[in-house]
């Protein structure tokens, strides 16, 4: 009999743990702390939990996990202002900026921002929850965000999640019924999107005043991914990686010594220049260039970058990013990341045209991976048996009808209290800082709202505020972007 007894007590155990490894749809664990912020102490809450994204017929379909950071003793709620935070990919997790930019507490790295173990988190000194509360948003697939069986066990349609236009429109919906639980309707409202986040913060200002009727006050774009540059023909798009190539090889002092005895920014202006007056149309006119010029820009882009003249006349005056990070430190040995070019990575052969891997993304994931899991359960009290996903499955992507551009254009035409902050690295290879220049031009092109977009580069990568100085730097811009964006009373007109 005890024997019995005992096999169906292993049994039942058993059973308790071996339910279906799901995550609940609508639920939320708030934990209370504080931390220092530039000298103030400041108690804020964090909610984390998840909030449904339902079909037309109110059933729901998918869940986002998120975390609401919200300053405690707070009297006028309706004049504290709310970011709404989302990273890119797409595919990728809130935790890149969560737990490195602008959260309370951020992970262990050196200064530079390589791993340091034992890994975990501390306090962040330079957040902006000082000035304004946060929500970080994992959008379906990533983080612990799902899609959610209907009652006969299927998952709903991909398509309603994973391309440029669905991705909008459903998190536009799910932000309406954030502001409603939360009761955030009368405050200032941002968006901040990194990577592919730029386009979805792009598209989600106007997505969120035509169809929520719900009007921002700041845009914040950080190292953002335009497509619309990447699918231009290639004389544009390889032009503007010109002046990334002149400061990375200025980082790694690979650049001539008339160069590399100048401050960095004393050669960018010069290098943009030559850049969009004599390389892109160069390279526009392919066979039709003379032999002279051909060799003129050739010699001019080897100062500028770095490389042998003879590799940019072999590829014809359009230097792929990949032959770059192969090429430019080869007689050294080392190979760059290419989201951030300060990262070095070792090769099997010295011999060939791209790295072997992502030096810089090898590193992230070293740190970022046990941090995000470790401060959501210990932290935030946040347990479950799911997966985080640094990145989901959100493949195929739909990049159709992407006019994610033009609807921030609209927007900001609507909306005379928008504006706009551009963050980039000058070491970013991926999303380099003069496209997102250029995104700006193309986006207002006759230059009427000139004064409601502000740029700032910073000497890092992809992810500039995983150098110790470029993370208070970057968050006293956004603190200083607020202040400037808020309306103190004025009237919305023009």
């Known amino acids: 009999m005890k024997k019995l007894l005992f096999t169906l007590s292993v049994l039942s155990l058993f059973n308790a743990h071996a339910q279906g490894r799901k995550i609940p749809a609508d639920t939320a664990i708030v934990t209370n702390h504080k931390t220092t912020i530039n000298g103030a102490n400041i108690a804020y809450s964090a909610t984390t939990g998840t909030q449904p994204v339902w079909d037309k017929a109110g059933d729901p379909i998918a869940t986002l996990f998120y975390t609401y950071y919200k300053r405690s003793n707070v009297k006028d709620q309706a004049n504290r202002p709310l970011i709404i935070s989302f990273n890119g990919g ?23 921002g390589y791993p340091v173990q034992p890994y975990g988190v501390k306090s962040n000194p330079y957040s902006i929850l000082d000035v304004a509360d946060i929500v970080f948003v994992n959008p379906v697939n990533t983080g612990y965000s799902r899609m959610i069986e209907d009652k006969e ?6 398509s309603q999640f994973f391309g440029i236009n669905s991705d909008i429109r459903y998190l536009g919906e799910w932000i309406n019924t954030f502001m409603s639980r939360n009761n955030r309707w009368e405050s200032p409202k941002y968006l901040i999107g990194e990577s ?32 619309k540059v990447y699918s231009t023909d290639q004389p544009i798009y390889s032009a503007l990686n010109l002046p990334y190539f002149a400061a990375t090889a200025w980082y790694q002092k690979a650049l001539d010594p008339s160069l590399q005895q100048k401050d960095l920014l004393e050669i960018l202006p010069e290098v943009e220049a030559y ?10 006119k392919g066979g039709f260039i003379s032999s002279e010029e051909r060799e003129q820009v050739a010699q001019k882009f080897s100062l ?26 080869r007689d050294r040995g080392f190979t760059m990341g290419r989201l951030d070019s300060r990262y070095l990575g070792i090769d099997k052969m010295t011999a060939g045209n791209s790295p072997d891997y992502n030096a810089e993304i090898s590193s992230w994931l070293h740190s970022f991976t046990p941090a995000i899991n470790y401060y959501l359960r210990e932290h935030l009290d946040f347990k479950t048996d799911m997966k ?14 992407d006019n994610t551009r033009d609807r921030l254009r609209q927007a900001m035409a609507q ?52 150098r110790k100085e470029d993370l208070k730097t970057a968050n006293d811009d956004i603190r200083e972007f607020i202040k400037n964006s808020l309306t103190n009373g004025k009237s919305a007109k023009y």
């Open 90 to 112: 797409p595919g990728s997790a809130s935790a890149w900026m969560h737990i490195a930019y602008t959260g309370p507490q951020i992970l262990n790295i050196d200064d530079e």
């Open 153 to 158: 066990g299927k998952l709903p349609d991909r």
């Open 196 to 227: 592919y986040g730029g386009p979805r913060v792009m598209g989600l200002a106007q997505e969120l005043q035509n169809s929520q009727w719900m009007y921002l006050n700041g845009v914040i774009l950080v190292s953002p991914a335009d497509y």
């Open 275 to 284: 850049a969009i007056d004599k390389l892109m149309p160069a390279i526009a």
């Open 304 to 329: 500028y970058s770095g490389l042998d003249k003879k590799s940019i006349l072999d590829h014809n005056l359009n230097v792929p990013t990949n032959f770059f990070w192969k090429e430019l430190l």
């Open 388 to 401: 985080y996903n640094m990145f989901g499955d959100v493949h195929p992507w739909d990049r159709q009808n």
């Open 415 to 466: 909306n005379p209290y928008l504006k706009v902050l551009v963050q980039s690295g000058y070491y970013d290879g991926a999303t380099t800082y003069f496209a997102a220049k250029y995104t700006v031009g193309q986006l207002d092109p006759a230059g009427t709202m000139n004064d409601r977009f502000t740029f700032k580069g910073y000497r890092s990568g992809h992810m500039m505020y995983l």
